[in-house]
DNA sequence: TCATGTTAAGGAAACGTTTCCACAAAAAGC
DNA sequence: GCTTTTTGTGGAAACGTTTCCTTAACATGA
């Protein structure tokens, strides 16, 4: 059993709010006094129960980032950045994953009111039409590479890229070397408001404005996972549709279809090119290394975490901050039909 | 302000105490009672606020996990079926991640006292030489993937594969197609009791089998990462050695270490053979697909949720469960010096 | 009828904090 | 030398639960 305030306070022969104020730093506190109690604190090993100190308290210090899709790899390096910051703001930070098919703004209600949150991140999921939950959170909300576009921006903050645009880049980009046969593929393109959506109706804007004909056989649905990225491609490939290149919406994905091209005995990007998105560190070492929309990861990290901080002191209102994302041209990306010269 | 409980029984017209009954399961409440508090708690939404919830259990069911090292996605998949796993038992559950450099067995010290923890897993870090803190903990806590070989094995309990076994069943394979000249390539590989050096360990010992001298300068030191697997690589081929094959001690690393074998205009396997450890996905969609020592990444975290639970419920003392790995052979390994013939 | 047991429900203490309030002693202002 | 302020400290209420203890009503068995 580890030792209490009140044990603190009885060996070093003072009132428990005197400990209270010396390790809150609250309050005026003789220096002898102050040293005594932290000799006790040190000697004794006491640490605050946290439980009792939210339970407490009017506002608590806790902080947690909600994530939904733990395993795609290019969360996991942000989840580091993130938790980085909160730490060294020094405020208690935990993270929560939340599996694929439960309602992660349900979850995070529940969370908020269980244990006492002063500030909660989202990264991935889907957040519209939760305008009345978002109100029911009652706490500074910051969402990254994800944003709910029906709810009142004023209730929640956003960090985020703009998935339209940048799908529109990639996709431009393959059709500026001249392709026009272009396969999609991401997770639920045709759910409104996913991600995946964004991405997909960039994907449309840019065939549209250069008069390529959608082909809806064209675009496939399939998981943010090289397994999945892979059968995908698969399935692409034995429809036999004439494909030049493909456009994956991540780049787990990418490395799936380029397996499959691969595995097909076609070349990358003699016979087909293949631009992903996101920016993830396999992307680069896999062999070709494959273009992709690399997202600024640390930067969106970073500005989630200082907003956050913002929003929880009032130093400011809920705001939408918008990133760019730069194209990385590797090399998996050439002009249709033309085998490269050596 | 969400309501507490005491709301509840005013507006239910009952007392406290027959509240928390009917939301707990316990004790007798006639049925008409019952249904009416729930109808309220449904109305009003009701959600007993855990931080008092703990500070008064005796006993909490907070369940945390503690990783170090979160982008590596072998760990992120084991993650994620532990969190569903403890999410099925109904238990609260955290994931913290500690910084490499921060001692994780002090931050879980602190976190137990501060959060009211009933059991922990550790995923990736150090514990050996923690004997007293392992003490200190004393709450029920499983190390998967690592263990603690120099700390009374009374006093935690293990879910691991035998790293050292592993390695040498590698190094061994490799040896068994008749390389001679094999690397290493591990994170700290000469610091006592990390999983680099158990694994460094079992590629000595499958050396020393086979009368192979042990040559340090095949040995490089690099993080688990496909940036640091790939620079480590460089490293070792511009020693002009001729190393014929690379044993890589994580999958990361073996991708890295295959760009940058690739990238030298050498071919995977007839000029090096790779062969990573772990089993990720990646692995598998590489091209040329890697071979690997595969870990039962399921089992062992299916494994350590119940076990741990066992270990609540005193159901069970601690122990300690090693699983095998499985060689895959997926082509990135043969014979040195004998280019394939198609 | 009376003792006993069972069912149902409420009151109140306790968990470990923070914080408001009270109070004493010392310092300061006149 | 008196009031007023400042400094330093302790007591106790409150946060929202759980749980032990008590009480009351009612049924049971002799």
Redesign the interface.
Known sequence: M?VNIKDVARIAGVGISTVSRVINNTGIVSKATRDKVLSVVEQYNY??????R??KATQSRNIALMVKG??N?FF??M??EI??QV?LRGY??????V?DGTNEINAAI?LV????LCGIIFMGGTYDHSEEKFR?LNIPCVLTTITAQEVDPSIFSSVIIDDLKEAYKATKYLISLGHTAIAFMAKSPFLNETTGNRRFLGYIKALEESSIPYDPQLVEDCEY???SG?SATRRLLNKGRGVTALFAAADTIA??A??AV??AGLSIPDDISIIGFDGI??A????P?LDTISQPANEIALSSVSLLFDLITGQSVNQHIVFDAVLIKRGSCKNPGMKRVF
């Open positions: 580890s640490v605050p129960n946290n439980n009792a939210n339970l733990i395993t790899p996991s390096n989840i580091k938790e980085r730490d208690p930070f935990m993270i929560y994953h599996e529940q009111q269980e244990k006492n029911r996972s090289a397994s892979f490395i799936g380029a397996k691969l595995t560190e396999m680069e070492y896999y062999h290394s």
